[in-house]
């Protein structure tokens, strides 16, 4: 980062963020989100304090009710004195280039206490299910001194998985009208969670897409089929035994969970996913979703998970940011938007390939 960039960081503004304003935190990732004029400078003063907020990705499909589980958990936590910020992510519409940004109406009455900031944002068209800026306002509130970071976007597919190298823990939220629990893992949300939660649990269904996820989840392990004989052996006495392993296997899911975090300090054991159940309407299951989030967070700490997790986030935020400077000089600095303007009626007539206009366009010679 250059010398003159963090020269020309705003003192008054810097002065005013480190006294705890509100106002300057808001007109900070203002500045940041929007790309204005000394963002950069603003990001590089305020790196060296990120590293203690515990960073959480809540993502789940449209309806998941993801945000009334969010303003539940932010509830708690402030219940436990602990200060929330909030990134929600909306998808922005493809056609108007909009977002609805409802997540804010649904917390509204919670982002009135000091202790709690939520700022929405649109994608607005990037890949992931997170805009460009979104990790580096998570980086602003983990700077501003905020306890618990929740970042909360919808997830339908594999392009939502940024969530997962965003936070340190990734909840996905399903319902029982998500359908059945193979459906959820083939649209690629198994792969960012390190916990599922099925909402909305005092609906029918609930129960059965619980035991699904949790079998899924065996299966990723080698597990599931440990007992069940080979294809020519079935024993059909054996099916009511097995039913009732299948309905066990929440429950057993959640014990190896505690058990995995309680021997992390030895290195040797793993994470196991559970999937816990949650009425996030009444608060039912949130004390239990806070107290395994918790888990999670020593599991990673005393395991080495989190350091690995937080470089690769470093190392992708360096990838990020030269992606995003070679884009600024090709397209803005160098003309290549003209360029391509220029080359439109070749293109059309098939005298040049989209190729040899690329090429131009990087060589600089449009």
């Not at 950069?40 to 499909?61: E, K, S």
Request: proline share 3%; aromatic share 4%; hydrophobic share 40%.
């Amino acid at each position: 980062m250059p010398n003159d960039a963090v020269a020309a960081t705003p003192q008054k503004l810097i002065a005013d963020f480190d006294a705890g304003r509100r106002a300057a935190l808001a007109r900070v990732i203002s500045i940041v989100e929007n790309q204005r004029e000394g963002f950069l400078g603003l990001l590089n003063a305020l790196h060296t304090r990120i590293g203690g907020a515990h960073r959480i990705g809540i993502t789940g499909p449209p309806g998941a009710g993801k945000s009334t589980l969010t303003a539940a958990l932010i509830t708690h936590y402030r219940g436990r004195g602990e200060s929330v910020g909030v990134v929600a992510v909306d998808p922005t519409s493809p056609f108007t280039g909009g977002a609805l940004l409802g997540d804010r109406i649904r917390m509204n009455e919670l982002s009135m206490d000091d202790g709690v900031f939520i700022r929405s944002m649109a994608t607005r068209g990037s890949l992931g299910g997170l805009a460009l800026a979104t990790k580096e306002i998570a980086d602003v509130m983990d700077a501003y001194g905020f306890d618990r970071i929740i970042v909360e976007t919808v997830g339908v597919g594999q392009s939502e998985l940024d969530i997962a190298r965003a936070a340190d823990s990734t909840v996905v939220v399903l319902v029982p009208e998500s359908g059945d629990g193979i459906q959820a893992m083939k649209a690629g949300l198994m792969e960012a969670a390190d916990l599922f939660v099925i909402n909305k649990a005092d609906r029918p269904g609930a129960d059965r897409l619980a035991r699904e996820v949790s079998t899924m989840l065996h299966f990723r392990s080698g597990r599931a089929l440990r007992n069940v004989p080979a294809h020519h052996g079935v024993d059909m006495k054996r099916a009511g035994a097995q039913q009732a392993a299948a309905k066990a296997a929440e429950s057993a899911v959640r014990r190896k969970a505690t058990t995995s975090a309680d021997a992390s300090s030895t290195g040797a054991a793993s994470w196991e996913i559970p999937v816990l159940k949650t009425v996030a309407e009444t608060g039912d299951g949130v004390d239990e979703l806070s107290a395994t989030l918790d888990r999670h967070r020593t599991w990673l700490t005393e395991s080495g998970e989190l350091s690995t997790r937080r470089r690769q986030r470093l190392a992708e935020r360096v990838r990020d940011e030269v992606a995003r400077t070679v884009q600024r000089s090709v397209w803005q600095e160098r003309g290549g938007a003209e360029a391509l303007e220029r080359a439109l009626p070749d293109l059309e007539a098939g005298r040049v390939t989209p190729y040899d206009v690329a090429a131009l366009i990087l060589r600089g010679n449009g």
